[in-house]
């Protein structure tokens, strides 16, 4: 069976106990893997959110491929230390990059485990993919596809972390950091853990009976300042505007704080298509400003607009055409052809710095 998009954070809060397979591909990896781990956990609880990980094991497609068994295998095998009163699942994690494994999915869905749950994360899958085909014409799969947000969903997820953590945002506040966090689910999660952390247990007050803190712009600016030589609009500003010096020393510091470097990409990818924006609105006969306001969803901070001004000097439309191109054609390699992501995506990146320059 298969999922629509706005259909999927249903499923992930409460999965339905009949499927024993989910399918979780699409462009954002960092909402592929969060999901798959608010799925994991949901079954190795037995219906909570937390559970023995004694009882999940983490299987890569090449491993699958040469043994074709082991997927089946590893399903009905129970820990030794697992409890026969607990409710809670098997779980065999499965990582692809396409339809290698597609056969043994099919193989796997005639004779599946019923206490087991298999969860494959997978990247962008065509509809024509063979795994997707094969899970969406099952009853017993679910196929959940995970694309990037936008600025709405953005804000509403950051809410209701934010809540959950006992923190409240102002709307101010709230534009700005959705400026910072970009369509990655990862990196999402990284910025909001990074501005819990920051604005701490201080000026709380009480709402439905426990302690709110309020985020406020101040607060958000502080943060951003805390880390800027590392964030990810430094990254971008530096290789639009061509400083080949900054943007190898900001990928390396994001590198060094665990930020994925697809999720640079995906960014990346976003910021070219709002200066491609830009330059359609001025061809049609728009002001510059005008066609940034337009363009850039949510609006660019002032402190950035002369920057960004900058990039659109330097960037035709023919020239940030060219561009996305790449960034394409380096996610698609970083998904499919196992390569190193840092080391494709930093050979892009100072790649496309140098073509601002020309």
Known sequence: MKLKAHQVDGFIKSPD???????????????????????????????????DTMERVDVDAATLTRNPGLLHDEAASLSMFADPDNKSRRVVMVRTTGDQIAQIIKDYLADPVPEALVIIEAGKLTPASKLRKIVESDKKAMALPCFEDDPGTIQRLAREWLEAEGFRIEAAAMDRLSQRLGADRGVTRQELERLALYAGPRGSEKRDGRDIVMITLDDVEQMIGDGAVASLENVIDAIACG????????????????????????????????????????????????????????????????????????????????????????????????????????????????????
């Open 243 to 358: 400083v080949l010096d900054d943007a190898d020393q900001a990928l390396t510091r994001l590198s060094l704080a665990g930020t994925p470097a697809t999720a640079v990409l995906n960014r990346l990818r976003a910021h070219f298509q709002n200066l491609h924006l830009t330059q359609g609105h001025i061809e049609n006969g728009m002001s510059r400003k005008e066609a940034l306001r337009l363009a850039f969803r949510p609006p660019l901070h002032f402190k950035r607009v002369s920057v960004v001004e900058r990039q659109v000097n330097l960037w035709s439309k023919a020239k940030v055409s060219t561009a996305l191109s790449i960034i394409h054609e380096t996610e698609a390699n970083c998904r499919e052809t196992g390569s190193p992501d840092v080391t494709l995506a930093a050979y892009t990146m100072l790649r496309l710095a140098r073509a601002a320059k020309r």
């Open 17 to 51: 106990p009949n499927i024993l397979l989910v399918l979780v591909y699409g462009s954002d990896l960092g909402m592929i893997r969060e999901h798959a781990r608010v799925l994991a956990n949901f079954a190795l609880g037995g219906g909570r959110q937390d559970g």
